[in-house]
């Protein structure tokens, strides 16, 4: 089945207490990106990735960081996490510039 | 004035309502809108593309007016299935990000 997966779905974390979320897609496409979702704010990029070994930041990018070393896996790092990045995230993989995006189930962080 | 907008809503309106929603985007060197669908703290889906010329799926219909940078979704015979949020989506240049409008959200109720 395609589909884009994320762990961990659901992560109650501290503050600086450094975290990876996974995403792993299996339709061998090119670009992913990673969001968060806001009550009232609505998606907005955080980074996202043309390709292996390039990356590029979206509107959000601080606090965060990705790398992307296979063309599956892009994960999100948070290197010290802050309450204000209690969020919903989700990744989503595409494979070109007009075709449709597909979203991983999303995961809800909370940063204590 | 934000990149993309959308009414946020709510829409509630009976089964078998039509229903409209209408979103107006910033950038005139847009090239690809969509319209998503998400229900409530899961994934965005597409929905369906949305061409120059107008397109229809089943009870759907999408529009795009480029002169006045303007989208709608037309939703006929509503059921109480389609209540989600229906994110307007946006691209702007090839290979870059898509621009998410807020949401608009539908409640549909017997």
């Known amino acids: 089945e395609a589909q884009v997966t994320q762990n961990p779905r659901y992560l109650i974390t501290v503050t600086g207490k450094k975290l990876t979320v996974t995403c792993s897609q299996n339709?061998?496409?090119?670009?992913m990106s990673w969001y968060r979702q806001d009550p009232g704010l609505g998606l907005r990029q955080i980074y996202y990735?043309?390709?292996?070994?390039?990356?590029d930041k979206g509107d959000v990018p601080e606090g965060y960081k990705v790398s992307r070393k296979e063309k599956r896996n892009f994960p999100l790092i948070l290197e010290s996490p802050s309450p204000n990045q209690t969020s919903l995230y989700f990744c989503?993989?595409?494979?070109?510039?007009?075709?449709?995006?597909?979203f991983g189930p999303g995961t809800r962080l909370t940063v204590l | 004035r934000k990149e993309v907008e959308q009414d946020p809503g709510p829409f509630n309106v009976p089964e078998g309502a039509t229903v409209a929603f209408n979103c107006t985007y910033s950038?005139?060197?847009?090239?690809?809108f969509f319209w998503y669908r998400q229900d409530c703290r899961k994934e965005p889906k597409l929905l369906m593309s949305?061409?120059?010329s107008g397109n229809e799926d089943g009870r759907f219909t999408a529009q795009l007016n480029r002169a006045s940078q303007y989208i709608s979704l037309l939703i006929r015979d509503s059921k109480l299935s389609d209540s989600a949020t229906y994110l307007c989506?946006?691209?702007?240049?090839?290979?870059?990000?898509?621009?998410f409008g807020k949401g608009t959200t539908l409640s549909v109720s017997s």
């Open positions: 949305v061409y120059s």
């Open positions: 950038n005139s060197a847009s090239q690809s």
């Open positions: 989503a993989s595409r494979q070109g510039t007009y075709n449709e995006q597909f």
């Open positions: 989506v946006v691209k702007t240049q090839a290979g870059t990000a898509l621009i």
């Open positions: 339709m061998n496409h090119e670009y």
């Open positions: 990735s043309m390709n292996v070994e390039v990356t």
